[in-house]
């Protein structure tokens, strides 16, 4: 069975992909005319996942506002995610960046898409992970608004790579050519079809 899980990226931060990948079962299942193939006999998955990144440095001494994360990709839909924080005046610049994590790991529309906020290693900064090379596409944006709170630009997450995991069941076309893919069956696909996925809004990680 390959190991799908995403690689620790700081202490105490471990994240899972999916809670229900399938489990490996001997090795040809029929349940009500439907053929089934345990994961660990998917020939074509061939490259581990590794999961796309990006940070904000932040620096400061915060004052009372509202801080607003935004985070684009195709797959979140045509409208980006926009995730507004409270920051207080009483908060420590530690404090505030822990709520901006908080806050991005409580928000539903980026749980399902396997975001995941956390400290970076200095503590003085927001890392933010998704699976594969799904998360190649994101763009996050932090917007101190009145916090007086300072953050790099627009960043643009990089680095991932793997097979995708489909978070349905749903026929997608490409180059005329009709493509079956199923919930939880991770497979490696090309970057040319990556994209048509992302920019067609299908839900996968």
Same mark, same amino acid.
């Given at each position: ?8 990226? *700081? ?7 999916? /809670? ?25 998955? +061939? ?12 620096s400061g001494?915060?004052?009372?506002? +509202? *801080? ?23 908060? +420590?610049?530690?404090? *505030? @960046?822990?709520? @901006? @994590? ?9 749980? &399902? ?15 933010i992970a ?9 763009? @996050?944006?932090?917007? /101190? ?10 960043? &643009?997450?990089?680095? $991932? ?28 696909? $090309? ?15």
């Amino acid at each position: 069975m390959l190991d799908f899980s995403l690689q620790k990226r *700081a202490p105490g931060h471990e994240y899972n992909l999916l /809670p229900t990948l399938l489990p490996n079962f001997s090795p040809n299942v029929v349940s009500r005319g439907l053929h089934h193939i345990s994961p660990e006999d998917y020939p074509e998955v +061939t490259s581990p996942r590794v999961a796309s990144t990006g940070s904000f440095a932040v620096s400061g001494v915060p004052a009372a506002g +509202t *801080a607003t994360v935004t985070i684009t990709n195709g797959v979140l839909g045509t409208v980006p995610v926009s995730v507004p924080v409270a920051i207080t005046a009483t908060d +420590t610049l530690t404090q *505030a @960046i822990i709520a @901006i @994590i908080n806050a991005i790991n409580a928000t539903e529309a980026l749980n &399902q898409f396997y975001f995941q906020a956390y400290p970076t290693a200095d503590g003085s900064g927001i890392g933010i992970a998704q699976p594969s090379g799904v998360g190649n596409y994101s763009t @996050i944006a932090l917007d /101190p608004g009145t916090t007086a709170i300072a953050v790099t630009a627009t960043t &643009q997450m990089s680095g $991932g790579s793997g097979a995708i995991i489909p978070l349905n069941n749903f026929n997608f076309n490409h180059n005329n050519a009709n493509i079956p893919f199923w919930y939880g069956i991770p497979r490696d696909v $090309g970057s040319s079809l990556l994209a048509s996925l992302v920019s067609n809004n299908v839900p996968i990680c």
